[in-house]
């Protein structure tokens, strides 16, 4: 013990110099009592306490440290155990006092000496932290990003993996580490072909391409190479991002384009789209047809100014042009519009034009669609040339029935008013008796043309105009008619009976219900040879399929109808071929009237069987329900 | 014809525009006018309008083949419409009627 003692407090030994310059603080703790002194330390244990140490030399241990410090603990442990050790403790030091972390090393010397090494790690403690820290950063940020990072040697053995790379492909990081990067996909022993990361080694040069690996997925591959201290290339990075998805997308975009080029290459209209400095982007190729010119490559990229002024037969066309891009251009609508467009060899064709803004990807064009309309246009002129023969000869043929209508019964005026006057001049025995028949003919034959004219103007009226339909007092019509033709007959022997067991009845009809009765009876009047000419009206009512309908039956003792004529005599028509000889036009009135009001009418013998006793006419007229 | 029933015919025009000619220099006013519608130089609407303008109580049967007319006619004031061809007693019977409406 006093060696020890002796060899550290000598003076000038060569031992002493050395325990100096050691350049870690060094403690030397003699055993006194029950407590340790300081007994020695050196220059780096000086400046690590600021000369504070100097204070505590000779002085005890508990002075310095408290009892309870690790320090002081350790201390004891290793004399009282006779064993050296070392651990990293923490205490305060310096002025102002810092918490530092030491690597303690004692060592016993027996037999009452304990030496405590202390080498500060403070420093080295914060750059571990800080190192510790910053791993922990990176591997946060490589963990994170999408993008696969693989860092792998010369061999393609992966070093390192990030977990979105290792995810990527169902395993675990660790599962990755060590093995070939080929080696992850079943049955492969090799790299994949034209793999960007051996280009990179073998290259030295950031490579990219894309691959395609066994399970069908598509990746963007970038190799990034590392090289050491000498500039060799020693190992590679690989960045990889899947792009099966945009592949696809890409793919069905490009397919969908594919197919919209088609609709508009083989659309029989042409499609312009022009930009908003009047440029034509793009043309299909019928615009060859409409604009007369051998390829749209001459069209695409000249200005819409430029593609009229081909031919200087569509210059006036510019201004229109110009004007109509501006409208649609600032939001206004633009109807479709035609106009014609000359071509090559003096053609001209017309042309319909729609005008639409479009969006195509991000930028907005005028889109222009023509269709040659000249096919339609021709049709339409003769449409219209032909509408106006119809009308010009619609018009004539009107001329011509009322002229002859009004000079016809001008004409029939005078000859009634003779008749007139000869009949005063039989009355009064200024002329022979047998003029009397004579008389009744022409005036029988007057009336027949008069109710000629009459029908004419009627069924013209019921064909060309449109007839309102109301309720109508039956009863009162058929009386007013009866006693007309009662006076306009009154030279025939004429008894007309109505048999009507209602007072009032209401049909729907309208102001031609007078003419339909009219033509009835002057047919019954007319075709008997009889001279007691007697017709009877029978009056009743029944329902046909539901619809409720008032019978008129007009009964008389004429020339009746063979049943071969039964239904021609109300279907005439207008052609010869048509034509019925020896019945005017009334029934052709009658059936067109009751047409009008939904009626029917037909025509039976009035003793079934025998057609010569005379006819029933029989009409059915719809019945105002609610009215007696 | 007219005088075969007593009528006395105090003037006759060939068109319209005589009529209103006549009708103007005439210091005895007629009781009853029979106007036919279709005439040259003027149509016997126009004819009624004008007359009817000089003194409206003159009483104007209008007569025409053309049916269409009578709403017109009437429209303008004449009295009565009779549609040709019509016979002497029809006319008879109409002038009498028009006749007796004045007298009221």
Known sequence: MNDFKEQISSTNTDYKSIFISIPIPVYIWEKKEDDFLLIKFNKSLEILTDGEINNYLGKKLSLLFENNSMMAIDIRNCYNNNFNYCKEIEFEVGKPPKKKTFLATYIFIPSHFVVVFTEDLTRQKQIEKSLRKAEQEKTIILESISEHLVYQDLDNKILWTNKAAAESVGLKIHNLIGKKCYEIWPRRDSPCEGCPVIKTTKSAKSTSGEIITPDGRIWLVKGDPVFNEKGKVVAAVEITKEITQIKKAEESLKKTQLKYRELFESSPYSIFLIDMNGIILDCNSSTNNILSVHTIKDLIGIHFKEALSLFEGNIHLIPRFEKIIQQIISGEQVKDFTFPIAQTLGKTIWVSASVSLVKIIDETLVQFILKDITEKKITEEKLKDSELKYRESFNRSNFYKDLFAHDINNILQNILSAIDLLNIKLQNKMLPEESRELLSIINDQVNRGSNLVSNVRTLSDVEDLTFSIEEVNALKVLNEVRDFLIRSFHEKKVEIIINSPYNEITIYANQLLSDLFENILINAIRYNRNTYIKIQINISKEKKENIPYVKFEFIDNGIGIPDIMKEKIFQRGYSAKEFVSGLGIGLTLVKKILNLYNGQVWVEDKIPGDYSEGSNFVILLPEVVGNN | ?104
């Open chain 2, 1 to 104: 014809m007219l005088t075969t029933f007593g009528f006395e015919v105090v003037g006759k025009a060939s068109n319209g525009k005589e009529a209103v000619d006549l009708f103007n220099t005439m210091q005895s006013k007629p009781d009853i006018i029979l106007m036919d519608h279709r005439m040259p130089l003027k149509n016997g609407i126009d004819a009624s309008i004008e007359i009817l303008k000089m003194n409206s109580h003159t009483k104007i049967i209008f007569t025409s083949a053309d049916k269409s007319v009578e709403h017109k006619a009437l429209s303008v004031g004449v009295t009565s419409f009779i549609e040709k061809p019509f016979t002497i007693t029809a006319l008879h019977k109409e002038i009498k009627r028009v006749y007796n409406i004045s007298q009221f």
